[in-house]
């Protein structure tokens, strides 16, 4: 009996610490699946099962702690700028500035209503108030990177034996973070009168006349002799629109169309175009036909191919010569979920379907040229993850002097990964470094990282967690992480509804975006039958996650650095 009972007090073997953090983990991700109401606190929940198994003396070597702590916020963070580094400068194009404009507005409200609260609530002259209340704004906003971000730049601050246990103010305000941010959404509802059904009927009006976006596809006979003799190119330039011609039926042949190919009257064309695009289009070449192209002597298919092999990353179409080289045209690309216009500038990257139309042995020519193996997507890049995560800590680790600050300002083991990590993501292709991680993989590395980091966090914060929230300030966390959680929602969603005009739904997703909260984005997804909550949501992640992570860091540098 004695070797099962030093599985759980010999702290120093490797059997008592996998089994520390198996159990942790396991029963955190368990119990974190429980709903109260619709809401459920997720993988979060790893934290409050860590400060279980601190306080009930459950431990490990804090120096293995330490690492398995800062190594899965390393990966955690990393994963994180992987995925949105490809949207994260798409994301200020149109109105996606001014949502997230909005965004970093609320981002700054958190912080002033969090110093409001310290100079209000707390005794200044302790050094230990505001890195608590740091972890109390981390928990507020549901924001578990910035929590890693404030803990590891203490590092640089306090000693390890006078560090404060950020995590416990964390704790306190996380679970009114997750309900605070529902229950304001909801009251900016009525603040606005807002009807639901009303907002979805102009989500539907704002699709309808969203048509520029829209891929349209006809059948046309060339009707116009202005057109006889004129080649494709000279067609689209006067016409100044975009549209794709991906075949044509001349004298009974069918043949793949280049910019050179001479239209006359009575051909028949395939025409991909922008919806809205589609009557001018009409109008200028000619009526729609009914053409079955099967029945012609040389049937052409249409075939979406999968870019894998990783040589073709970073080539523009231009470069690969489908038309002129292969006889296949490229009509457009699909990347993570958007259909792009097939433009000659547009870079290729692994994971990108395109849609290729030609003959049936000319077309798999092409498929075998770009690989198309699903197999080949499968396997994560490690190399890339780990350069990158290489690369990120030297960053991390370069030294800013700032006068007057004791010691310079890093970005850290947070925010040096998450930078290069998004500028892996979006400019990658350009060092032929292949990027593609697929969802589930990236899930995979970003759930590990995040569940050891929270374990560790929770198992060294949970000897005086009891006395913090007890006979501590712990009440006092709870209540300033609340008004911190809801007072920037009401400010800067009714901002958002009454001055911007913004749909009910995107501020929803704007809201769950900006609080980085997946279960308020599931909340707003239940609520609305459309996708602007999620587009919404995407729009303002990117950049909320990195002023999350780079603003903890700077508050513990700046002010307890002092």
Not at 190 to 210: P, Q
Not at 408 to 426: F, H, T, V, Y
Not at 516 to 535: F, I, W
Request: some cysteine; charged content about 15%.
């Amino acid at each position: 009996m004695d070797w099962f009972i030093n599985l759980f007090t010999a702290t120093d073997s490797v059997a008592h610490i996998a089994m520390l953090y198996a159990m942790v983990i396991a029963i955190g991700v368990l119990l974190g699946k429980i709903k109260f109401g619709k809401v459920a606190l997720g993988v979060t929940f790893v934290l409050f099962a860590g400060i279980l198994a601190g306080h009930l003396g459950l431990t490990a070597p804090i120096n293995i702690m330490t690492f398995l702590q800062d190594f899965g916020l390393i990966l955690f963070v990393f994963m994180i700028g992987l995925q949105v580094g490809p949207g994260f400068f798409e994301s200020f194009r149109k109105g996606g500035v001014t949502l997230n404009i909005l965004a970093c507005c609320t981002v700054l409200l958190n912080i002033a209503v969090m110093f409001a609260c310290y100079y209000f609530f707390f005794d200044t002259s302790n050094p230990m108030n505001l890195p608590m209340m740091v972890g109390t704004l981390c928990g507020a906003v549901t924001n578990t990177p910035g929590l890693g971000a404030a803990n590891e730049a203490l590092n640089s601050v306090f000693a390890n034996s006078t560090q404060p246990q950020i995590a416990s103010g964390y704790a306190c305000a996380y679970p009114l973070g997750v309900i605070g941010i529902i229950g304001a959404t909801i009251l900016i509802r009525f603040i606005c009168k807002v009807k639901l059904d009303k907002e979805e009927k102009d989500l539907e009006m704002e699709s309808a006349e969203n048509a520029h976006v829209k891929p349209y596809q006809m059948h046309l006979k060339v009707t116009n002799s202005y057109l006889a003799g004129r080649t494709l190119m000279q067609i689209h330039n006067f016409l100044n629109r975009d549209f794709v011609c991906s075949r044509i039926l001349h004298d009974g042949h069918v043949s793949i169309p280049n910019r050179d190919t001479v239209f006359e009257l009575g051909d028949q064309v395939f025409i991909v175009c922008a919806e809205a695009d589609a009557e001018a289009i009409v109008a200028f070449i000619g009526p729609k036909i009914e053409v079955d192209w099967d029945n012609q002597d040389q049937p052409l298919v249409s075939k979406r191919i999968l870019v894998t092999k990783p040589s073709i990353n970073g080539k523009t179409l231009g470069q690969m010569h489908f038309s002129s080289v292969y006889g296949v045209n490229v009509t457009r690309i699909t990347r993570q979920g958007m259909d792009l216009f097939a433009s000659p500038s547009l870079a290729l990257q692994v994971g990108d379907r395109i849609m290729a139309v030609g003959p049936e042995d000319l077309v798999n020519r092409v498929s075998d040229v770009l690989g198309n193996s699903i197999k080949r997507l499968n396997a994560p890049n490690i190399a890339t993850i780990f350069l990158g995560i290489i690369i990120g800590i030297i960053f991390g680790s370069l030294p800013f002097a700032i006068p007057g600050m004791p010691v310079p300002l890093k970005l850290g083991i947070a925010g040096g990964p998450l930078i290069i990590a998004i500028l892996i993501g979006r400019y990658g292709y350009k060092f032929h470094l292949v990027t593609y991680t697929t969802t589930s993989a990236n899930l995979m590395l970003r759930e590990i990282g995040l569940v050891l980091f929270l374990a560790s966090v929770g198992i060294k914060a949970g000897a005086g967690f009891w006395d913090t929230v007890v006979q501590g300030d712990g009440l006092k966390y709870v209540g300033t992480g609340f008004l911190i959680t809801v007072i920037p929602i009401l400010i800067i969603g009714t901002i958002a509804r009454l001055k911007y005009k913004f749909n009910y739904f995107t501020i929803m997703g704007m809201i769950a975006g900006t609080y980085t909260d997946p279960p308020a984005l599931a909340y707003a997804n239940q609520s609305c039958s459309k996708e602007a909550p999620a587009v919404g949501y995407s729009t303002v992640y990117p950049l909320s996650m990195f002023l999350r992570i780079l603003t903890a860091q700077i508050i513990i540098l700046l002010c307890c650095g002092l």
